[in-house]
């Protein structure tokens, strides 16, 4: 998965979004709070598994948390980290696969990306990006050619008893 650029300075609007999520589905995105780490990390490990769950706790690590939530009555259906594996990349991000189709991951996506903005990045790199149409699309992605694996090569790879290890 390739590694895409976005130029933080040509970014959509998003509030207009937002407050159509919520009005229609209920569902708001805001910054999370440092008293929630342990519910997103929780969820994040359990929808996404333990390596992104890792993510959120670095940025969970930052003041103010640098961890992006979508949440509807209590319950969490999408998120974005940024500014943690490396300085000006975003991600991961997610949504709950029960709550995909709303809008959500558009939102947090543009939330995540203009508070690397406000950080003061003009430009901002979505690290091993999985559906890079979807990236194009919101914000205007490009690909960074030969980017893949960039920077996360040689990871250390989950693995399951008796398996070998991988890496990218």
Excluded: N
């Excluded at 780490?37 to 598994?49: D, I, K, L, N, T």
């Excluded at 974005?80 to 991961?92: C, E, N, Q």
């Excluded at 995909?100 to 939102?107: A, E, L, N, Q, T």
Aim: proline fraction near 8%.
């Amino acid at each position: 998965m390739p590694d895409l650029l976005v130029k933080l300075y040509e970014l959509p609007d998003v509030e207009e979004a937002r407050h159509r999520l919520e009005a229609r589905h209920g569902v708001v995105v805001r910054r999370a709070l440092p008293p929630e780490r342990r519910e997103v990390v929780r969820w994040v490990a359990r929808v996404f598994g333990d390596q992104w769950a890792s993510e959120v706790e670095v940025a969970f690590g930052r003041t103010p948390p640098a961890c992006v939530i979508a949440v509807r009555d209590q319950e969490i259906l999408g998120f974005s980290v940024y500014d943690t594996t490396f300085r000006g990349f975003l991600g991961p991000i997610g949504t709950a696969r029960e709550a995909r189709g709303m809008g959500i991951g558009r939102v947090v996506l543009l939330v995540a990306l203009r508070e690397l903005w406000h950080l003061g990045y003009a430009y901002a790199i979505v690290g091993a990006a999985g559906p890079v149409e979807f990236f194009q699309r919101v914000a205007g992605a490009q690909v960074i050619p030969e980017s893949s694996p960039g920077p996360y090569r040689g990871i250390l790879r989950p693995r399951r008893s008796g398996e070998e290890p991988s890496t990218v």
